[in-house]
């Protein structure tokens, strides 16, 4: 045990022994084990935006077994997924990478100004899967966000009780927000401010924009001189806003973009003090060479 991942345990010395050593599970797993930093392999896209925008570039990805030996192969942090994906290979990779289960999703078959997704999978599932994780998705924005908060609550209780550590995935949107809105610096700082407030022990986040979309939090923000840029310092300032850095925060990757923004972005989480990157599409949406090259590249930023 490195004294970096001794430091982050004590950021949540509330929490049970089984807790910290999911916990510890993660941050000890793969090539950044011990380091702090950490890359997570997420593949809940196929129920989220569906099977063919999400794994028809790249066909073997069809298959679940593909993504949990990427992330071996990788050597990536932990491998997140809906109830079904992690079924299909759990048992066969047991024990080889710590795995998150996502308990709730969202399809998009329908036009919905107000997202709400559905719970689709246990703390029980997460138990028995031998899940480091429990994973959420709220949705600060939409009209439906206080019914995903409650729901939240009572899975994050359960799983805490069962030693399960919680990610949450705190995307906003929804008819409360502009598009430009979704990744504005005031919105993700308070998104991820409001998923450690609800019990989250990982927070993952998109990448903020320069924008502000508040007109009571521009003041603010021009007030206080809080630095826009470079893109560092929106990261810095997302990190503080969840306790002043005593929560871990990663960044997800978003949709597939070219490797020299992505990986500007990775510099930027982590120069800014990010804990991270949650890497889907732009990973599994390429060849497996490819993907392994890419991943190579974000695992030696996180190092140095």
């Not at 508040?214 to 840029?229: F, G, M, T």
Request: charged letters at 20%; glycine letters at 10%; a neutral charge.
């Amino acid at each position: 045990m490195t004294e970096r991942v001794r430091e982050i345990l004590r950021w949540y010395d509330s929490q049970n022994a089984g807790v910290r050593t999911n916990l510890a599970r993660i941050l000890n797993h793969g090539k950044l084990g011990g380091t702090g930093r950490l890359v997570i392999l997420p593949v809940d896209q196929g129920f989220e935006h569906g099977p063919a925008r999400s794994f028809a570039m790249n066909p073997p990805a069809y298959d679940p077994l593909y993504h949990f030996q990427l992330a071996l192969d990788a050597g990536l942090s932990a491998y997140a997924a809906p109830l079904g994906f992690l079924e299909a290979g759990a048992a066969e990779f047991a024990g080889e990478v710590p795995l998150i289960l996502k308990l709730n999703n969202h399809d998009v078959l329908h036009d919905e100004r107000d997202p709400a997704p559905a719970v689709t999978a246990s703390v029980g599932d997460a138990l028995r899967m031998g899940c480091a994780a429990v994973g959420f998705t709220i949705y600060p924005g939409s009209e439906k966000a206080r019914s995903m908060y409650a729901d939240l609550r009572s899975i994050a209780e359960e799983a805490k009780a069962h030693g399960l550590a919680v990610v949450v995935w705190s995307y906003p949107r929804g008819s409360g927000l502009s598009k430009e809105g979704e990744t504005a610096l005031d919105v993700i700082a308070y998104a991820a401010h409001i998923a450690a407030e609800l019990g989250a022990h990982i927070v993952k986040v998109k990448f903020p924009s320069a924008h502000i979309e508040q007109a009571e939090a521009r003041k603010v923000y021009d007030s206080a001189k809080v630095a826009l840029e470079p893109p560092s310092e929106r990261v810095r300032h997302v990190v503080q806003s969840c306790f002043n850095g005593h929560r871990v925060v990663i960044f997800s990757g978003g949709a597939r973009q070219n490797d020299e923004q992505l990986l500007a972005e990775i510099r930027a989480i982590r120069d800014g003090g990010g804990f991270g990157s949650i890497i889907g599409r732009n990973s599994f949406q390429r060849p497996k060479p490819a993907a392994l090259d890419l991943l190579g590249k974000i695992v030696d930023i996180y190092r140095h």
